[in-house]
């Protein structure tokens, strides 16, 4: 159409363009791939100041993704958003257990949300794993109570759940109480599942072009 930019390389090129032009604050070059990728999907320039990434957050994603680690997600809609096809290339699968059969009697009994029944109880999958929260503040709660024994600590916590009922204390707790922990997360009540999946994905394709 006329006026309109219809080649994809080009509107990539120019949204990247524009972005930068809105940036405030100094990024490493590895920092920038997920910054600019989440304004990108959020289409929210403002989401820069809240964006908070762990010294060691980057870091602990691509070794843990270089040694095949897995990606858990809070819900399937993450889960849909990875890419699969490069994480395959290096060994991983993405993951989620809403569906384990075993999840909604397990939920009722303890009197918790589902996603946090599912993750306790496959609770031995987050060791070593890349852990992403989209979705459900309480998936967020249960990982950085099951992130305290060593035995079920993930590499990488990116936790960044939306909306108004414990999504910003969640990541409060996250980012304030729980530095001991790497983690990516976007404080306040903006979030959400494409915004978990695009910093996922740039620690892959990050992962996928880096010499090993």
């Known amino acids: 159409m006329?006026?309109?930019?219809?080649?994809?390389?080009?509107?990539?090129?120019?949204?990247?363009?524009?972005?930068?032009?809105?940036?405030?604050?100094?990024?490493?070059?590895?920092?920038?791939?997920?910054?600019?990728?989440?304004i990108h999907t959020s289409g929210d320039p403002t989401l820069e100041s809240v964006i908070r990434i762990h010294p060691q957050g980057i870091e602990a994603g691509l070794k843990a993704l270089q040694q095949g680690a897995s990606v858990i997600t809070d819900?399937?809609?993450?889960?849909?958003?990875?890419?699969?096809?490069?994480?395959?290339?290096?060994?991983?699968?993405?993951?989620?257990?809403?569906?384990?059969?075993?999840?909604?009697?397990?939920?009722?009994?303890?009197?918790i949300t589902r996603s946090m029944a599912a993750l306790r109880l496959n609770k031995e999958r987050l060791k070593g794993a890349i852990v992403a929260i989209g979705n459900a503040p309480t998936a967020l709660l249960e990982v950085l109570e099951l992130a305290q024994d060593p035995e079920t600590r993930p590499a990488l916590v990116v936790g960044i759940p939306v909306g108004f009922v414990g999504a910003r204390e969640s990541k409060?707790?996250?980012?304030?109480?729980?530095?001991?922990?790497?983690?990516?997360?976007?404080?306040?009540?903006?979030?959400?599942?494409?915004?978990?999946?695009?910093?996922?994905?740039?620690?892959?394709?990050?992962?996928?072009?880096?010499?090993?």
């Open 172 to 212: 409060d707790l996250l980012w304030n109480e729980h530095q001991e922990l790497p983690s990516i997360t976007i404080l306040g009540n903006r979030g959400g599942s494409p915004l978990a999946a695009t910093c996922v994905n740039a620690l892959i394709y990050l992962a996928v072009n880096r010499e090993i």
């Open 75 to 111: 819900v399937e809609m993450v889960r849909a958003g990875i890419a699969k096809k490069q994480l395959t290339q290096l060994g991983g699968v993405a993951e989620c257990f809403l569906s384990d059969p075993r999840v909604a009697d397990q939920a009722a009994e303890w009197g």
């Open 2 to 38: 006329k006026g309109f930019i219809t080649d994809p390389l080009e509107i990539e090129r120019e949204s990247m363009r524009i972005i930068h032009g809105y940036l405030q604050q100094d990024w490493t070059e590895q920092e920038l791939k997920i910054v600019e990728r989440c």
